[in-house]
């Protein structure tokens, strides 16, 4: 049977610590096998790897996205990068922010796969909305002076132009940021 230890955790983290905070799963599948060779299968190497990963919080990267690895994929060319973790009062607003503004729920557990899961996806839904929520400000403003609305002091505006700024900001925003923004917009 299988128990969590420290034993890889230990090993890996050594190597990592040679080569930086940032190794590949092909390195980590070769020191599996040091200092003598284990035999282990690729599904168990992944599980290895994997448990690894969520006990450091690492993600996989790939050319500096994420990507969620599996046990039945996950190739030597991702990377492993620690994961800083934002404190648990911003990752609770941000997730209900998510979840309100741009219908994207996640867990309530503060790991960096569950980090990593939502900025990505809260990001990509941004760039997809930007250019809806830039034509809406616009017709806002165009319908409220026709009707001779100060646009300025409506709350439908501040409103359309506060998530057009969001939007914006999270587009514009490196992945690692997103968490941040959604705390304190």
């Known amino acids: 049977h299988f128990v969590i230890g420290h034993h890889w955790r230990t090993h890996f983290g050594k ?3 040679e080569t930086g905070t940032i190794i590949s799963v092909g390195e980590l599948r070769k020191l ?3 200092p003598r060779a284990m035999g282990l299968s690729k599904e168990v190497q992944n599980l290895v790897i994997l448990v690894f990963a969520e006990q450091t919080n690492r993600t996989f990267l790939r050319h500096n996205v994420a990507v969620e690895g599996s046990l039945t994929s996950l190739p030597d060319d991702l990377v492993l990068q620690e994961q800083r973790l934002p404190p648990q009062s911003d990752w609770e607003a941000a997730g209900a922010r998510a979840g309100h503004i ?3 729920n996640t ?3 503060l790991k960096a796969s569950t980090v990593a899961a939502l900025s990505n996806a809260v990001k990509r839904k941004a760039t997809e909305s ?3 929520s ?3 400000c616009e017709r806002l ?3 409220m002076a026709k009707l001779g609305i100060d646009f300025a ?3 439908r505006m501040k409103t359309a132009s506060a998530t057009q700024a969001l939007v914006d900001r999270v587009h514009a925003a490196d992945v690692a940021d997103v968490v941040a923004i959604l705390a304190k917009a």
């Open 15 to 17: 190597k990592a610590a």
């Open 32 to 34: 599996i096998d040091q």
């Open 102 to 104: 741009f219908g994207e």
């Open 107 to 109: 867990s309530p557990l």
């Open 130 to 132: 930007r250019v809806a």
């Open 134 to 136: 830039a034509a809406l």
């Open 141 to 143: 403003k165009d319908r």
């Open 153 to 155: 002091a409506a709350d």
